[in-house]
T-cell receptor, first 113, second 114 residues
Framework: DAKTTQPPSMDCAEGRAANLPCNHS???????VYWYRQIHSQGPQYIIH???NNETNEMASLIITEDRKSSTLILPHATLRDTAVYYC??????????????FGKGTKLSVKP | ETGVTQTPRHLVMGMTNKKSLKCEQH?????MYWYKQSAKKPLELMFV???????ENNSVPSRFSPECPNSSHLFLHLHTLQPEDSALYLC?????????????FGQGTRLTVV
């Protein structure tokens, strides 16, 4: 399975953009990058996912490098409610574990007033 | 609201009790998952069901017994648990197991074993 590496924690000022990096240097060509977040003691919330192209939705933007070895999740205007643990996941695309979401430790994002 | 509902939200049980956790989705999804999240640890995938068949069991002790009677419901039957089994148990569902379909999680059941 491809592994991801994320910083354990980050701070962001309220109203500013939050840029959360993720390294996935062993990703395979057909594996998707997913981002979820988990606010304390709640179920993880789906944010966005992508394969090669950059993606944007109402919550965030996902920027994937051309070599696909890293990506950045961008929250354009962070609010206090965006304080959460953010997980970058490479979703398995073959074998018996196809489709499984394997979570790491994520990045604890703290948005400060 | 993700469309995945878990009950109960909180459960306290003794080590000799038998209880069941329930997960329900009416999203038309065909894959369902159980995860365990112990304090300050990442989510651990426990079981995977696809079209009501168990396709993965990640070395979970037999005191945890999943059941998927139909594509909308998933249960986790618990018996003779240990205090270290206290955790947040999360259910998720996805359209299928292809990697381009997002999975949605319920709010979890907070289990305390005394």
């Amino acid at each position: 399975d491809a592994k991801t590496t994320q910083p354990p924690s980050m701070d962001c000022a309220e109203g500013r953009a939050a840029n959360l990096p993720c390294n996935h240097s062993t990703i395979s060509g057909n594996e998707y990058v997913y981002w979820y977040r988990q606010i304390h003691s709640q179920g993880p919330q789906y944010i966005i996912h992508g394969l090669k192209n950059n993606e944007t939705n109402e919550m965030a933007s996902l920027i994937i490098t051309e070599d696909r070895k890293s990506s950045t999740l961008i929250l354009p205007h962070a609010t206090l409610r965006d304080t959460a643990v953010y997980y970058c996941i490479v979703r398995v695309n073959s074998g018996g574990s196809q489709g499984n979401l394997i979570f790491g430790k994520g990045t604890k994002l703290s948005v400060k007033p | 609201e993700t469309g995945v509902t878990q009950t109960p939200r909180h459960l306290v049980m003794g080590m000799t009790n038998k209880k069941s956790l329930k997960c329900e989705q009416h999203l038309g999804h065909n894959a369902m998952y159980w995860y365990k999240q112990s304090a300050k640890k990442p989510l651990e995938l426990m079981f995977v069901y696809s079209l009501e068949e168990r396709v993965e069991n990640n070395s979970v002790p037999s005191r945890f017994s999943p059941e998927c009677p139909n594509s909308s419901h998933l249960f986790l039957h618990l018996h003779t648990l240990q205090p270290e089994d206290s955790a947040l148990y999360l259910c998720a569902s996805s359209q299928d197991r292809t990697p381009n379909t997002e999975a949605f999680f319920g709010q979890g059941t907070r289990l305390t074993v005394v």
